[in-house]
């Protein structure tokens, strides 16, 4: 699967050059007047360091977008801790890819702080303690924008960027990659069949309709916004009822997941709404569940130029257009949540492979 993956990448070169999040947040150092001496680069790198206790020769390092709430920080404590079950030969450790969800998160908007860090701190300090193998993990559902991240943090990382590793470690070391849950068609296929034997007494009793993100067109890397179309057609060969759209992909809004219901007949009836996401952050509690246009008139909608209709969450547009979309409808758990769905990430984390070509010694042989 990784070698048919690595030839779709190829196709398409990478649009995002690796970025460096550096997240900002409070770091309080037991020595002050030498704390103060240091930029905040060295501090995070300091916090990340203390944080790694080498206890096996093999490090594995969960990598997840990010969210500021604290369902979604005991959805990544629960992976944490199936990993180290999974994985007892492995030390297990998480980051976030994303600068804005480090920072908020460390800032408690939702009433609860935590720290985490980009990966790139993460990987500087695994190869500083010289880790014999190293898997980083994507907790991505499609190999899409924030996949491509991932992958250059190991460019970088394996390339010594910052010039301060051993060259000889990095030439040496077994670098893996485990893919997002939605990979490949195979994956999609296996991913259907564990979300219906979950569901199915739901799609029983009406439409399941999940919320991916999606990219959108300029970013939508690997081209791997079809993925959810592809999920849908899965999902429908067990039920009718099942139906995935996005926030972010053009063409898969929620006004055409409407549609899509209503050409095949479904005009009223229950919606049970689900993230097709790793946890249920602020998408879920807002774009999906939220109140968010909840005295809006179907005939006064305003439709953006991509056809979606903003600031509407999906509970309200589907109570709004005669539909039973209530609190009761709401299921409300991340992918990460449910136990036979995280684990096809920890079997992607089986199955990673060597990342081929991620390491150009910087003295290369004459």
Not at 15 to 37: H, Y
Not at 128 to 155: D, H
Not at 172 to 183: D, F, N, W, Y
Not at 298 to 306: I, Q, S
Request: proline share 3%; glycine share 6%; charged share 25%.
């Amino acid at each position: 699967m990784f070698n048919q993956f690595r030839k779709e990448m190829k196709k398409f070169r990478f649009i995002l050059a690796a970025m460096v999040a550096i997240a900002g947040f409070s770091f309080v150092s037991c020595d002050k007047e030498s704390d103060e001496t240091k930029n905040n680069y060295t501090r995070y790198q300091d916090a990340v360091d203390a944080q790694i206790n080498k206890k096996n020769d093999s490090a594995i390092l969960l990598v997840a977008f990010g969210s500021t709430w604290e369902q979604a920080f005991g959805a990544f404590d629960q992976t944490i801790e199936a990993y180290k079950k999974a994985f007892p030969n492995s030390d297990v450790y998480l980051s976030y890819s994303s600068a804005i969800c480090i920072n908020r998160a460390a800032a408690g908007e939702n009433g609860v702080s935590r720290n985490y860090y980009a990966p790139n701190f993460w990987l500087h300090g695994l190869g500083a303690k010289q880790y014999k193998e190293i898997t980083v993990q994507s907790l991505q559902v499609i190999p899409g924008e924030e996949f491509s991240r991932v992958v250059n943090y190991i460019k970088d990382f394996a390339n010594n960027s910052l010039g301060d590793l051993d060259d000889k470690y990095l030439s040496e070391v077994t670098i893996k990659l485990g893919l997002p849950l939605l990979a490949s068609e195979e994956d999609v296929v296996t991913t259907a069949r564990v979300i219906n034997n979950v569901y199915s007494a739901k799609a029983a009793q009406g439409v399941v309709a999940f919320m991916g993100h999606g990219n959108p067109d300029s970013y939508d890397t690997y081209k791997a916004n079809i993925r959810y179309n592809q999920l849908e057609e899965k999902l429908q060969e067990y039920s009718p009822n099942y139906f995935v759209g996005t926030v972010d992909a053009p063409q898969n809004y929620k006004v055409q997941v409407l549609e899509r219901m209503k050409e095949a007949g479904i005009t009223s009836g229950k919606v049970f709404l689900h993230p097709l996401m790793s946890i249920a952050g602020d998408h879920a509690h807002n774009d999906m569940g939220g109140d968010d246009g909840e005295d809006m008139n179907p005939a006064d909608y305003e439709y953006n130029d991509e056809g979606e209709i903003e600031d509407l969450s999906w509970k309200c547009f589907f109570s709004q257009n005669g539909y039973s979309c209530g609190e009761d409808e709401l299921i409300m758990k991340g992918l990460l949540e449910v136990e036979s769905i995280r684990n096809l990430w920890v079997e992607h984390t089986r199955a990673a492979e060597t990342l081929e070509d991620y390491y150009h010694s910087m003295f290369p042989e004459e």
